[in-house]
């Protein structure tokens, strides 16, 4: 018998990203150190550390920025603590972006060509959590889960090891045709 389909949906148009700068067709690794941790690194990043790192991108540009420096934002108690300090010292204000760091990125655009199935994997969707029920579970039983649900795919909440592994199993699905059977993974922003 068949298992339910993932929950699947179109790639946005357009779709932003903030790129290195010196950024070629391919990605950087993914720290090491970040594969151990639950909360540090990217959530659906290759669990082997030199193999990929995913493209993080957003339907708007706000939503592409905001992913990439909603982590460099201070605690705004603390801000206030250490700011007549650094502004003694030199340093730039708590929560400033220097011109360096801005300049190494840039704005990069991009869609899937008109056309195409939908064949983004949504992984918010319980369709989707009851699909790698069936599908990915020794995956699942290997993280130490009995099941797992969308709460445990999305979200700052979400165990990092756990998506990681998903996502490089994932990355191996292939469809009938032998090609890989998602474009992407969509998820919200856990910094919405």
Do not use: C
């Not at 493209?55 to 920025?65: I, M, N, P």
């Not at 400033?96 to 300049?103: G, L, M, N, P, V």
């Amino acid at each position: 018998m068949r298992s339910e389909e993932p929950a699947r949906v179109s790639a946005p148009v357009p779709l932003w990203r903030v790129g290195w700068r010196a950024e070629s067709r391919g990605l950087g690794p993914v720290a090491s150190a970040d594969l151990a941790a639950s909360t540090a690194g990217n959530p659906y990043d290759s669990v082997i550390s030199r193999f990929f790192t995913v493209a993080y991108a957003g339907t708007t540009r706000a939503s592409a920025l905001i992913d990439l420096v909603a982590p460099l934002v201070p605690d705004p108690d603390l801000a206030k603590l250490v700011r007549k300090d650094w502004d003694g010292l030199g340093h730039l204000p708590p929560g400033t972006i220097s011109a360096t760091w801005r300049h190494r990125r840039r704005w990069t655009i991009g869609s899937v060509p008109a056309g195409r199935l939908p064949r983004f994997i949504d992984v918010a969707e319980p369709a989707t959590a009851r699909w790698l029920r069936a599908t990915a579970s020794s995956v699942i039983h290997a993280h130490g889960l009995a099941s797992i649900e969308p709460d445990d795919l999305v979200g700052r909440g979400a165990d990092r090891r756990l998506t990681r592994t998903l996502g490089t199993w994932l990355y191996y699905q292939r469809d009938d045709t032998g090609r890989h059977a998602f474009d992407g993974i969509r998820f919200s922003s856990g910094w919405d």
